[in-house]
């Protein structure tokens, strides 16, 4: 019988919750055959049989926990599913008798060892037999811990007790009261209604943005700026190259592309804005993998579009349609959501006019673009004319980024992208 394990599913990634069987008790596997599909803090992945067979036994359910290493189903190679009394567990009767024959044949030399080896403690005296076996230092270092020595099982073959069985034991309690404590709190945090609620469980997903979330905003000195783009210029030059853009390149040309290579102008004007914390240490990359938020169903996502300064608008555009297409489908991959210097999230699309975006850590910046509308703006003659306005946001860590630089960066991406043939011609 093979074991089908939780494998290693990223170097952060230790565990994750059944999605979904695909396979059922009974049915017939190959090598290679995706068997579940296992929902992460990122994505989902389908965990493969590495054994040809039969589904002898499924250990764990749907909506279940599972670390990696853990054993969630057994493969029963000869082909025959575990389930009958009559097969596979059953072993042969002639198989039965040898063991027993050997068994009595060990019975009495097991017996003559027990009456000539007394057990004895670490200092070579007879113990009780109804004590456990083991040395004053441990016995001590029991007494500090709180353990009792006759509930732990010693993993030495003669049955003394060591230093690291009484450590071992102590660390399990430890664990078994912090995770009754845990339970305690969840359920103490339940209140109760009068009138009629229906209770979900949080997807795994959505546990861990809460937890990022939370993290982000207790582990950096987070503040916004914000500033308001005129779009005239930008929605001009869409509207004229739009049609020719699509037949050229087979994608829309949308707002997007010009942001994005406006943050890539201002990162390498404002390098502090591209770094990150690591220690004491500040870390300034020289890449530009541009993180795009994308809602989907199951919560927010944040692909990366890699080298996005190397890329052409067409480029730019292509590659948020397909990994927006994917977060929609869940197809993402990990490598598409790992890494990332510096993220844009686009509330406007669903009407926001104003926000504060969340710093997506260990990154220090993120840009917030917002709704388009039409508002009054005092021209440079004083005159006021009706123009499409764009309130943007930058939220940053304010324990690497000033706020004169802040201020600037916004000011910089505003620049480039109400003149958007300068941003054009700069590629």
């Given at each position: 019988?093979?074991?089908?394990?939780?494998?290693?599913?990223?170097?952060?990634?230790?565990?994750?919750?059944?999605?979904?069987?695909?396979?059922?008790?009974?049915?017939?596997?190959?090598?290679?055959?995706?068997?579940?599909?296992?929902?992460?803090?990122?994505?989902?992945?389908?965990?493969?049989?590495?054994?040809?067979?039969?589904i002898a036994e499924v250990l764990v359910e749907e909506g279940d926990d599972v670390e990696v290493g853990d054993v969630?189903?057994?493969?029963?190679?000869?082909?025959?599913a575990a389930g009958s009394d009559d097969s596979g567990s059953e072993e042969p009767k002639e198989e039965k008798k040898e063991e027993k024959k050997a068994e009595s044949k060990e019975e009495p030399k097991e017996a003559e060892a027990k009456e000539e080896s007394p057990k004895t403690d670490e200092d070579g005296e007879k113990a009780d037999p109804d004590q456990p076996v083991a040395s004053p230092?441990?016995?001590?270092?029991a007494r500090e811990l709180g353990i009792d020595l006759s509930e732990i099982k010693p993993k030495d073959p003669v049955g003394r007790i060591s230093k690291e069985d009484v450590e071992a034991a102590a660390k399990a309690k430890a664990d078994s009261g912090k995770k009754k404590s845990q339970k305690e709190d969840k359920s103490a945090e339940k209140t109760e209604f009068d009138k009629p609620v229906v209770r979900e469980k949080m997807s795994r997903r959505r546990q861990t943005i809460a937890k990022r979330l939370v993290e982000a905003q207790h582990n950096a000195a987070m503040l916004t700026?914000?500033?308001?783009?005129?779009?005239?210029?930008?929605?001009?030059?869409?509207?004229?190259?739009?049609?020719?853009?699509?037949?050229?390149?087979g994608v829309k040309l949308g707002f997007m592309s010009f942001?994005?290579?406006?943050?890539?102008?201002?990162?390498?004007?404002?390098?502090?804005?591209?770094?990150?914390?690591?220690?004491?240490?500040?870390?300034?990359?020289?890449?530009?993998?541009?993180?795009?938020?994308?809602?989907?169903?199951?919560?927010?996502?944040?692909?990366v579009v890699r080298d996005a300064d190397r890329l052409s608008f067409a480029g730019?555009?292509?590659?948020?349609?397909?990994?927006?297409?994917?977060?929609?489908?869940?197809?993402?991959?990990?490598?598409?959501?790992?890494?990332?210097?510096?993220?844009?999230?686009?509330?406007g699309i669903f009407g926001s006019l104003l926000s504060t975006p969340i710093i997506n850590a260990p990154q220090v910046g993120i840009l917030g673009m917002h709704k388009?509308?039409?508002?009054?703006?005092?021209?440079?003659?004083?005159?006021?004319?009706?123009?499409?306005?764009?309130?943007?946001?930058?939220?940053?860590?304010?324990?690497?980024?000033?706020?004169?630089?802040?201020?600037?960066?916004?000011?910089?991406?505003?620049?480039?992208?109400?003149d958007p043939y300068d941003l054009l011609l700069e590629g």
């Open positions: 019988m093979k074991e089908i394990v939780v494998p290693e599913l990223a170097e952060s990634i230790t565990e994750g919750t059944v999605a979904e069987w695909l396979v059922s008790k009974g049915d017939t596997v190959s090598k290679g055959d995706p068997v579940v599909e296992l929902e992460t803090d990122k994505v989902n992945v389908e965990v493969n049989s590495d054994f040809a067979g039969v969630i189903a057994k493969v029963d190679e000869s082909g025959e230092a441990t016995r001590k270092r700026t914000f500033n308001e783009v005129d779009m005239t210029e930008m929605m001009k030059v869409r509207s004229e190259r739009k049609d020719a853009f699509l037949d050229k390149h942001f994005t290579k406006a943050v890539v102008g201002a990162l390498k004007e404002f390098p502090l804005v591209n770094a990150e914390i690591q220690g004491d240490e500040i870390v300034k990359k020289q890449f530009y993998d541009i993180g795009v938020a994308v809602s989907t169903e199951e919560g927010l996502v944040v692909p730019i555009e292509s590659e948020i349609g397909d990994l927006a297409k994917k977060a929609r489908d869940g197809k993402l991959g990990l490598n598409d959501l790992q890494g990332g210097s510096f993220t844009i999230t686009n509330g388009i509308e039409k508002r009054p703006k005092v021209m440079p003659d004083d005159s006021i004319e009706v123009r499409p306005m764009m309130y943007i946001a930058m939220s940053y860590d304010h324990r690497i980024i000033d706020g004169r630089e802040a201020v600037q960066f916004l000011d910089r991406v505003k620049q480039m992208v109400e």
